[in-house]
């Protein structure tokens, strides 16, 4: 009888899975199992196929010497476990094509769906296989998340492999799981410390995984498919209302404004917290965000009851989460509050990171309070509601973040057409850039010192939104950024030598095809220069503040060019701008 499998086993805050393949993802283990079976008859060593099964997840040359050390006494060379090694690959490739294992893909949808990163663990270097899983398992395994034999000393059942797994993932071991079909990856994936999932696909007993501790068992690939998919948290609601459960507030309280409650609320139908709870509807837009929408929300608090055990749940762009966030920051001296960010400029840059506000007297943000959500809930349902321009606007925002600490990050987004138009992508990836912002407000919540690279292609960004309200002309945050960016890059390049072939890349492949120039003239940059001399960030007035890239992922903050380099770099701009 199969052991209780109930989703309540699994880690609380699942981020990624870190999955085995042969026996997992393909039927492979038996042709495995059959060429180092022949291979080793053809030294005159006899044995069992079956035995190779529980082999699996070792490295070739960990088993090539396990069974030296068996029949002959000693180790096999290091040239003797290359020769072996390639004739037991050309027996398993000459046995033809390998099927995928039969509900390895609604596995992997499964995850996908639900945002959870997926990273490849196996003990195997076999090139064909390796080779057919962006064919078969398109973007589920791209190559900076695999870990093959060829990543590690030691492989399974030594925890090295799904300790770089981890690594790949970007994840600590409480939010992850292994799934394996080997006892030894079992045993591996134990060792370092992880939930482990066990799917007996072969011939090996279901009692030698519980020998090895594994979690969960289940007799085949499509059972765990379909228990996954039915019992893993899926949709927006459902994630609503675990969050606010593990809360327990006495009295919740929706925030939103009247776009997002027309056009996304309707969407969100599967959570019984937003069905019962009592909703406050403010204007959209920076008129929004004002002292009498904070009156509105604490006046509802107060109908309600509210407590400092009480929860505020504020479901819209970063109008929203800003708004919502100092209401709670002051409302009783401060009461917790959940974000559900409905636009990607919302999701990545002002839903997570403690900073709330309002506008007052005609200025953005002037009162404020740093003051973290419990919670940030991130599904790519509300993003569907969104414009082309709006996608792109917060689209620069993720390629910033990219920019400044993950450079697999930045090569995965320079497919913008690719990543926009797929959902699950599009949902991974704005959780890793949050992921990585939470990294770096941890250590600098205050803005002090780390948290100012942030900032990077914002100084100019900010001068170019200044420039077009002068001009009265309009200009999404979104798109200053992503020109803000190039010309930050340009001064990067002269000022920390940033490599002058990724300014062009940035520009061919992410400005040029996807965002409008913005353009400046001779006669502007007296003006673009006083502006960027008068920017927030500036340390002292006569000297321009700016984060910089030395490489990609490498920000340096702090910066403070002369004149004389920023209108160097202004030149260069104009005629990248002009010219390509």
């Not at 068992?217 to 228990?227: G, H, L, N, V």
Request: hydrophobic share 40%.
């Amino acid at each position: 009888m199969n052991r209780p499998m109930n989703k309540q086993s699994l880690p609380s805050d699942l981020k990624a899975a870190l999955i085995d393949m042969d026996g997992v993802l393909y039927d492979s283990m038996p042709f495995h199992a059959d060429a180092w079976y022949r291979m080793f008859k053809e030294l005159d060593i006899n044995g069992d196929p079956d035995e190779f099964y529980l082999y699996e997840g070792m490295t070739g040359a960990a088993t090539v010497n396990l069974i030296f050390k068996r029949e002959l006494g000693r180790e096999a060379t290091k040239e003797e476990v290359e020769r072996l090694y390639k004739r037991k690959s050309e027996i398993f490739t000459g046995a033809g094509q390998k099927r995928m294992m039969p509900g390895a893909s609604d596995m992997l949808a499964t995850l996908r769906n639900e945002g959870i990163r997926t990273v490849l663990v196996t003990g195997s270097a076999q090139g064909s296989l390796l080779n057919s899983l962006d064919v078969d398992y398109p973007d589920c395994f791209p190559s900076h998340r695999r870990v093959t034999a060829l990543d590690v000393t030691k492989g399974k059942p030594d925890p090295e492999p799904y300790l770089k797994g981890l690594e790949k993932a970007g994840v600590k071991r409480s939010e992850a799981i292994v799934i394996e079909n080997a006892p030894l990856g079992v045993r591996a994936g134990k060792a370092a410390g992880i939930f482990t999932i066990a799917v007996t696909t072969g011939p090996i007993p279901r009692e030698a995984f519980e020998k090895e501790g594994a979690d969960m068992i289940f007799p085949d690939m499509p059972s765990f498919a379909k228990w996954l998919k039915e019992n893993i948290i899926s949709g927006i609601g459902k994630k609503i209302d675990k969050s606010v459960s593990e809360l327990m507030p006495d009295k919740v309280l929706v925030v939103t404004d009247s776009n997002v409650n027309e056009l996304v609320l309707p969407r969100i139908n599967d959570s019984c917290f937003l069905n019962e709870s009592p909703v406050v509807v403010v204007i959209p837009g920076e008129e929004g965000k004002s002292l009498n929408s904070a009156m509105l929300i604490w006046r509802a608090l107060e109908d309600c009851c509210a407590t400092r055990n009480s929860l505020i749940i504020n479901i819209g762009g970063g109008m929203v989460t800003d708004l919502g966030g100092f209401a709670a920051a002051v409302f009783k001296r401060g009461i917790k509050f959940i974000n559900v960010p409905t636009t990607i400029l919302g999701a990545v840059d002002a839903a997570s990171g403690g900073k709330t506000g309002i506008n007052f007297n005609g200025l953005k943000n002037e009162i404020g309070a740093f003051h973290n959500p419990v919670s940030v809930i991130i599904s790519s349902l509300p993003f569907e509601t969104l414009s082309a321009n709006e996608k792109l606007g917060g689209y620069a925002e993720m390629i910033k973040t990219a920019l400044i600490s993950d450079k697999s990050l930045y090569k995965d987004l320079l497919d913008v057409n690719k990543v926009l138009s797929d959902s699950a992508l599009l949902e991974n990836a704005i959780k890793r850039c949050v992921e990585l912002k939470n990294q770096i407000v941890a250590e600098d919540s205050l803005e002090k010192g780390l948290r100012k690279i942030l900032n990077f292609g914002h100084t100019m960004a900010h001068a170019f939104e200044s420039m077009f309200f002068i001009r009265k002309e309009k200009l999404s945050h979104g798109f200053a950024v992503a020109n803000g960016m190039l010309f930050e890059l340009i001064l990067s390049n002269l000022i920390t030598g940033f490599p002058e072939d990724e300014v062009s890349v940035y520009l061919d492949k992410i400005l040029k095809p996807h965002y409008p120039k913005i353009i400046i003239s001779e006669d502007d940059e007296g003006r673009i220069l006083e502006l960027i001399m008068h920017d927030k960030k500036n340390r002292d007035a006569s000297k321009p503040n700016f984060t910089l890239l030395k490489e990609i992922g490498e920000p340096i903050f702090d910066c403070e060019p002369s004149k004389e380099t920023i209108k160097e770099a202004l030149n260069i701009y104009r005629s990248m701008i002009s010219t390509k």
